[in-house]
C-alpha cells in the first residue's frame, strides 16, 4: 500500500466532526458551489481546467486510511494529467441540482472527494456545479479553486506537466515538527485558561422537540451599516461588531454577562499557507466578559479577545477533547460565531442581494454537524446576513434571536458617537 502520513490539525478537526455519522448523514460534510463561466466556455475547456488544478493541488488528489478511526491517515495519488470527462444537466435550477449532487456522499477512501457537473442554459455552458467534502477545501480554498478556474479558462492554459504545490501533508509535517508542537501545547494551554475561568451559560431548551435542529436567517442593508458604524466607533472590524451585539444578545437570553464562544479561525496567517488547498478553519474558543455595557466598548473588547483566540487556532481536538474529559466541570461555549466577508464577484446566493427591509427567513438545514448553536455572519458588501442554527430551541426563539441582534446593533449605531 501506498505509504500514508498523519492528518493536518484542520483534516483531523473535520475528521472528528464526522467521524461517527451514520451512513444517512454522510453527505453533510459536503458543500455545493455554482460557479458562472466565461462566455463561450466549452466542456473540453472546463474539463482541462479542472485536471490543472487536481494536478496542482495534492488536496484534490488525497485518500484517506479510515480503518483506524481513531488514527486517520492520508496519502496523495500521482497526478493525471488526461482531462476527466464532465457530465452535463440542463436543470434549470442550478442551485438546486448542485445541491441534489451534495447529497450524495463521498467515500474518502476510494474517490476523489469532490465532483464537477456543467450546467448549460440558453447560449451554451453557463455554469460549473462543484462539490467538495469539508476535509478537501474550507470556504477561502473553495475561493482560491473558483479563481484559479477562471484564470485558466481565461488565458492560454497551464503548459504541462504542472508544477505541484505543497498539500495538507506538508503542513501535518510543519505541525508534528518540535515548534509545531509548542504551538499546540499554547493552544492546549488557552483553551484550560478559558475553561477555568468561564462560567456556565446555555440557551434555554424551548423547543417542543429538544433535538430538533431549526435554521433561520436574517438579511438586512440597515444591520452592515449599522456595524460598520460601531466598528468605526470602537476602531475595530464588522466581525467584532457583529460579535460583540450577538454576545450581548445571547448573554441577556441566558441571563448572564459574559459569554465563552467559539469562534472559527482561519488559520492561515503565515504567508507560505495562505493559498494553501485544504480544510484549516479550526473552533477556538474566545470568553467575551461585561456584555451589559455600551456595544462600543464591548467590540473593543471582542477584538482583543478574538487577536488572542486566533493566535492559538492551530489544536489538535484529540488533545482538547482529553483535556476536556479531565474537567468534567467546566462550561461548554454558550455558543460559536464565525463572519465572512465575500470577495468581489463571488455568488452572492448566500447574502440574497440587498436588503432595504429587513427580512428573517425560516430555512432548512442542510447539515446539522457542528455546535448547538451556531451563528454565521456573511458581509456582501451591502447586505449583513446572519445564518443562525440551533438545536432546542424551536423557530420562534431563533427568530427573534436574529430580530433582536438587528435591533441591538441599530440601537447602537443611533445613539450619539463619543
Given amino acids: 500500500m501506498t505509504a500514508t502520513e498523519p492528518l493536518s490539525l484542520g483534516q483531523l478537526s473535520v475528521w472528528h466532526d464526522i467521524r461517527d455519522l451514520p451512513s444517512g448523514r454522510r453527505h453533510e460534510p459536503n458543500n455545493a458551489a455554482v ?16 485536471t490543472v488544478l487536481a494536478c496542482r493541488h495534492p488536496s484534490l488528489r488525497t485518500r484517506y486510511d479510515l480503518r483506524d478511526p481513531y488514527h486517520p491517515r492520508q ?12 457530465p452535463v444537466t440542463t436543470a434549470a435550477d442550478h442551485r438546486g441540482a448542485a445541491l ?21 442554459g440558453p447560449d451554451g455552458v453557463a455554469h460549473l456545479l462543484f462539490v467538495k467534502h469539508h476535509i478537501v477545501a474550507d470556504a477561502w480554498a473553495q475561493e482560491l ?50 475553561l477555568a475561568r468561564a462560567s456556565h451559560a446555555q440557551l434555554p431548551q424551548t423547543g417542543e422537540n ?14 452592515l451599516a449599522a456595524a460598520r458604524t460601531v466598528a468605526e466607533r470602537a476602531r475595530a472590524s464588522v466581525a467584532s461588531a457583529v460579535l460583540a451585539a450577538w454576545s ?43 456584555t451589559d455595557t455600551d456595544l462600543v466598548d464591548l467590540a473593543r473588547r471582542v477584538h482583543w479577545s478574538s487577536v488572542a483566540a486566533v493566535r492559538h487556532g492551530m489544536h489538535d481536538v484529540d488533545e482538547v477533547a482529553a483535556l476536556r474529559a479531565g474537567m468534567p466541570e467546566a462550561p461548554s461555549p454558550v455558543c460559536a460565531f464565525n463572519h465572512v466577508t465575500l470577495p468581489p464577484g463571488e455568488d452572492r446566493d ?21 455546535p448547538r448553536c451556531y451563528a454565521r455572519s456573511t458581509d456582501s458588501g451591502s447586505t449583513l446576513s446572519v445564518r443562525l442554527t440551533a438545536a432546542g430551541i424551536g423557530h420562534e426563539v431563533c427568530a427573534d434571536l436574529l430580530w433582536e441582534l438587528h435591533d441591538t446593533l ?8 463619543r
Fill in 210 to 223: 429538544a433535538g430538533e435542529v431549526v435554521q433561520a436567517t436574517l438579511r438586512s442593508t440597515e444591520a
Fill in 248 to 290: 450581548a444578545v445571547v448573554a441577556r437570553r441566558c441571563g448572564v454577562t459574559s459569554a465563552l464562544v467559539q469562534l472559527m479561525s482561519a488559520n492561515r496567517f503565515a504567508g507560505r499557507w495562505k493559498d494553501l488547498v485544504s480544510s484549516m478553519n479550526q473552533w477556538v474558543p474566545a470568553l467575551v466578559e461585561h
Fill in 100 to 120: 441534489e449532487l451534495a447529497r450524495r456522499p463521498f467515500d474518502l477512501g476510494r474517490e476523489q472527494a469532490w465532483r464537477a457537473q456543467l450546467a448549460t
Fill in 350 to 370: 448566500e447574502a440574497g442581494g440587498d436588503h432595504a427591509k429587513a427580512t428573517v427567513d425560516r430555512e432548512t438545514p442542510f447539515t446539522t454537524l457542528g
Fill in 145 to 194: 479553486l473558483r479563481r484559479e478556474l477562471l484564470a485558466e479558462l481565461a488565458g492560454p492554459g497551464s503548459a504541462h506537466p504542472v508544477a505541484e504545490r505543497p498539500g495538507p501533508a506538508h503542513l501535518a509535517r510543519e505541525q508534528y515538527a518540535p515548534d509545531g508542537l509548542r504551538r499546540r501545547q499554547a493552544a492546549l494551554d488557552h483553551w484550560a485558561k478559558l
Fill in 410 to 417: 441599530l440601537a447602537a449605531a443611533r445613539r450619539p458617537g
Fill in 75 to 86: 496519502w496523495v495519488e500521482p497526478p493525471d494529467a488526461d482531462p476527466a470527462h464532465l
Fill in 35 to 50: 460557479w458562472a463561466l466565461p462566455p463561450g466556455s466549452t466542456a473540453p475547456e472546463v474539463a482541462a481546467a479542472l
